[in-house]
């Protein structure tokens, strides 16, 4: 009999051990960041409200209809399928929760229809493999809005509030395995290294909440969040100052990447400055006065090389949680080119996807808000037609697709050296090739699909 338990004994271990090592949780958070790539985000969606007030605090009156409060399409399994088809292996998804989504505000009490709703969402990713990023967003600024506080009292309560929140959620999803990330805040609103402080305490505040729930929440990647998520204060404020973990090689750190302001946000000229409807090396237009003077790829690589010495090369990888630019519409201004402009956003998105491949230990989130109108030179941040199914950003998405080709797009085709010189090609280990021409003979990358030099 005493063989007989040791033999079920054993059994159960190594059971134990193959679901301990299926469920994927022993990964460290650098391995899942690096397969995370390239990331979207479900934008204007899950963190929307349909009540601006600031009586949507700590009340249920967002409802469900909050979803399609600032975009018209309610989110669907079918989207999803046709977001991972485009070659994303990753959705962030924005998220409000005290914004208009608490039944009992002296428990605050996340409503349970919503709290449903998000789950559903965030199946809809699992079910494809899709990792997901899930957060608690700028939520009505309850918190992102007053890290600067220092009242003391002001800091605890802020504590007990996100520690309630963040225990409703991780007990939800305690069950799901690594494609699961949380992200504690989204944009929290320091400047300075005494906001960076307080800072620091609620991102200890979030990691514990999720520790202490167990489960598999134990050994989840969590992502904390960077100074305004802006990577020099970051790097200057911060490295050094990750939060205390049980487990090891579990945190990451958030910044985003909306750079430089008058390339991807600015709507019109100011005195002080010109919009760039041009950006990167061989996009600028002879003659205009909006090509970008400063912000391209050598100030690009600068700013991810800091997040690389400061935090990826001591264990923490970067999430960029936010990426993009507007794709505008320059067909009434007759001294303008509409060709370079398309040409510059296709680099700006192919730029930083082939630099966070190269550094590794960083997933660019493309931010995107379903919207689908460039009101002329005001431009938009869209890339998949959500109600259509179908790209609308179509020169962002291709330069994304320069890194990381859309699937099923491997077919072979052969072209002519003169054909071959093209700056979106890679060799097949993903060294982009514009500097090394002309290509020898060989099977390459270009467009998102294999090619041969003849």
Same mark, same amino acid.
């Given at each position: 009999m005493k063989y007989l338990k040791h033999f079920l004994a054993t059994c159960l271990?190594?059971?134990?051990?193959?679901?301990?090592?299926q469920d994927g949780l022993d990964r460290s958070a650098t391995d899942i960041i690096n397969d995370m790539s390239p #990331?979207? =985000?479900?934008?204007?969606? $899950?963190?929307?409200?349909? =009540?601006?007030?600031?009586?949507?605090?700590?009340?249920?009156?967002? #409802?469900l209809a909050a979803e399609t409060g600032w975009q018209g399409t309610k989110t669907t399994p079918q989207i999803i399928q046709y977001v991972k088809s485009l070659g994303f292996r990753s959705v962030r998804i924005p998220c409000a929760w005290a914004f208009g989504h608490i039944s009992n505000a002296a428990t605050y009490e996340i409503d349970a229809a919503w709290m &449903?709703? @998000?789950?559903?969402?965030? /199946?809809?990713?699992?079910?494809?493999? $899709? *990792?997901?990023? $899930?957060?608690?967003?700028? /939520?009505?600024?309850?918190?992102?809005?007053?890290?600067?506080d220092s009242n003391?009292?002001?800091?605890?309560?802020?504590?007990?509030?996100?520690?309630?929140l963040w225990t409703q959620i991780a007990n939800t999803f305690i069950n799901y395995d690594e494609h699961l990330? +949380?992200? #504690?805040? =989204?944009?929290?609103? &320091?400047?300075?290294?005494?906001?960076?402080?307080?800072?620091?305490? *609620?991102?200890?505040t979030f990691v514990d909440a999720v520790r202490e729930t167990g489960g598999n929440n134990a050994r989840r990647v969590l992502v904390v969040q960077g100074p305004s998520t802006n990577i020099d204060h970051t790097c200057n404020f911060m490295s050094g100052k990750m939060p205390t973990d049980v487990v090891p090689g579990k945190l990451a750190v958030e910044v985003h990447y909306y750079n430089p302001w008058q390339f991807w946000g600015m709507e019109k000229d100011e005195s002080w400055g010109k919009v760039f409807y041009y950006w990167g090396n061989g996009n600028h237009h002879s003659g205009s006065t909006h090509n970008a003077t400063w912000g391209e790829e050598? /100030?690009?690589?600068?700013?991810?090389?800091? !997040?690389?010495?400061? +935090?990826?090369?001591?264990? *923490?990888?970067?999430?960029?949680?936010?990426?993009?630019?507007?794709w505008r519409d320059l067909s009434g201004l007759a001294s303008e080119s509409q060709e370079k402009h398309n040409a510059s956003i296709r680099a700006h998105y192919r730029e930083l996807h082939r630099m966070c491949k190269?550094?590794?230990?960083?997933?660019?989130?493309?931010?995107?808000?379903?919207?689908?109108?460039?009101?002329?030179?005001?431009?938009? !941040?869209?890339? @998949?037609?959500?109600?259509?199914?179908?790209?609308?950003?179509? *020169?962002? !998405?291709?330069?994304? =697709?320069? @890194? +990381?080709?859309?699937? #099923?797009t491997d077919a072979i085709a052969p072209v002519k050296q003169s054909q071959a010189d093209n700056p979106a090609t890679y060799n097949l280990q993903g060294m982009y090739m514009a500097d090394h021409q002309p290509l020898k003979k060989g099977i390459y990358i270009r467009g998102g699909q294999k090619v041969v030099v003849e």
């Open positions: 271990l190594t059971l134990s051990t193959a679901a301990t090592v #990331g979207w =985000n479900l934008g204007n969606t $899950l963190e929307a409200t349909t =009540n601006w007030t600031g009586g949507a605090l700590w009340n249920n009156k967002g #409802g &449903a709703r @998000v789950k559903e969402i965030v /199946d809809y990713c699992i079910n494809e493999g $899709l *990792y997901v990023v $899930l957060n608690d967003h700028w /939520d009505g600024g309850w918190l992102e809005e007053h890290i600067k003391p009292d002001a800091i605890a309560r802020n504590k007990q509030i996100l520690k309630a990330l +949380f992200a #504690g805040l =989204n944009e929290p609103n &320091a400047d300075n290294q005494a906001a960076t402080n307080n800072l620091i305490q *609620y991102n200890q050598d /100030d690009m690589m600068s700013q991810l090389k800091k !997040m690389k010495e400061h +935090f990826v090369d001591k264990g *923490y990888p970067v999430v960029i949680g936010e990426f993009g630019a507007n190269e550094l590794g230990g960083m997933v660019p989130m493309t931010w995107d808000i379903n919207h689908t109108s460039q009101e002329g030179t005001k431009g938009t !941040m869209t890339i @998949v037609d959500r109600k259509n199914l179908s790209v609308y950003g179509i *020169y962002a !998405m291709q330069g994304i =697709n320069d @890194v +990381f080709p859309r699937p #099923g």
